[in-house]
């Protein structure tokens, strides 16, 4: 059964750093495009970050030069250091498998996400 557990967000002041991390169980993590997404109030969930199996990383212009993805194949996990925070940033963030192909069909089922707030 596939596990995707977010840890890491919490209240913050703009210009601040957060870092997420999202423990994954259920799937053979060394093999899959991993990606961190976020959902703001009233809106779809978007991805902002994408990290290949190589290690290789993309990212939305939104969050570009402000967020650093980057994974542990021996812990199983992926993390989302955030910097420069603003409060436009504040949403839940959810972690998942991403399809290789295109940009940001996840594979799974979501975890429980971590909520980010930032405050101005």
């Known amino acids: 059964q596939v596990q995707l557990v977010e840890s890491g967000g919490g209240l913050v002041q703009a210009g601040g750093s957060l870092r997420l991390s999202c423990a994954a169980s259920?799937?053979?993590?060394?093999?899959?495009?991993m990606g961190w997404y976020l959902q703001a109030p009233g809106k779809h969930r978007e991805l902002v970050a994408r990290?290949?199996?190589?290690?290789?990383?993309n990212y939305a212009d939104s969050v570009k030069g402000r967020f650093t993805i980057s994974r542990d194949n021996a812990k199983n996990t992926v993390y989302l250091q955030m910097n420069s925070l603003r409060p436009g940033d504040t949403a839940v963030y959810y972690c998942?498998?991403?399809?290789?192909?295109?940009?940001?069909?996840?594979?799974?089922?979501w975890g429980q996400g971590t909520q980010v707030t930032v405050s101005s």
């Open positions: 998942n498998a991403v399809r290789r192909t295109g940009w940001d069909d996840a594979l799974f089922n």
């Open positions: 259920g799937f053979i993590f060394s093999i899959n495009f």
């Open positions: 990290i290949t199996t190589g290690g290789s990383t």
